[in-house]
T-cell receptor, first 109, second 114 residues
Framework: GIQVEQSPPDLILQEGANSTLRCNFS?????LQWFHQNPWGQLINLFY???GTKQNGRLSATTVATERYSLLYISSSQTTDSGVYFC???????????FGAGTRLFVKA | ETGVTQSPTHLIKTRGQQVTLRCSSQ?????VSWYQQALGQGPQFIFQ???????GRGNFPPRFSGLQFPNYSSELNVNALELDDSALYLC?????????????FGPGTRLTVL
């Protein structure tokens, strides 16, 4: 089955710093989403981005489907950005969603 | 527009028992997916229901079963509970069609099996 790899696994930032999170996937996908899981376990939808580029405030994401990767950019990080960021894909021709292992982000004040 | 809700929030069961978890989809959504998330790991896909029928399943045994009702709410049933079933169970709803199947997650049910 499809493999989804996220990097880095852990990231510590000083407040105000920028970061890039990466998601590689091994096969073609119908869709791709980025999520933020807060310390209480709630998964918050950040982007639905099977291809192209989107921006929402300090966050932006780019997916290059032909090269099978997606990037999540966080600019001017804040302590509230801390948590786990997941990439999730739905392989082409299937109705199941596969999550990566996540990137654990801690932003220091 | 109401979001995805799940009940109960927390649950403690003993090995061998059966459990039913419930999920109410976001208004207007016709698809619900269930996930199991063990501590420190990413969510693992259990199955998906579309218009009351299972149309996708992950690597979970048959003792994990589900239902979707005409109002698109859903249940996850787990029989013969094992210690390894202890996890956060997440439900997500979406609207399949029109090319954008964005999933919205509920807050989860934390199940502990003793």
């Amino acid at each position: 089955g499809i493999q989804v790899e996220q990097s880095p696994p852990d990231l510590i930032l000083q407040e105000g710093a920028n970061s890039t999170l990466r998601c590689n996937f091994s096969d073609s996908v119908n869709n791709l989403q980025w999520f933020h899981q807060n310390p209480w376990g709630q998964l918050i939808n950040l982007f639905y981005i099977p291809s192209g580029t989107k921006q929402n405030g300090r966050l932006s994401a780019t997916t290059v489907a032909t090269e099978r990767y997606s990037l999540l950019y966080i600019s001017s990080s804040q302590t509230t950005d801390s948590g786990v960021y997941f990439c999730a894909v739905e392989p082409t021709g299937g109705f199941k969603t596969i999550f990566g292992a996540g990137t654990r982000l801690f932003v220091k004040a | 527009e109401t979001g995805v809700t799940q009940s109960p929030t927390h649950l403690i069961k003993t090995r061998g028992q059966q459990v039913t978890l419930r999920c109410s989809s976001q208004s207007g959504h016709n698809t619900v997916s269930w996930y199991q998330q063990a501590l420190g790991q990413g969510p693992q896909f259990i199955f998906q229901y579309y218009r009351e029928e299972e149309n996708g399943r992950g690597n979970f045994p048959p003792r994990f079963s589900g239902l979707q009702f005409p109002n698109y709410s859903s249940e996850l049933n787990v029989n013969a509970l094992e210690l390894d079933d202890s996890a956060l169970y997440l439900c997500a709803s979406s609207f399949r069609g029109q090319g954008q199947d964005t999933q919205y997650f509920g807050p989860g049910t934390r199940l502990t099996v003793l």
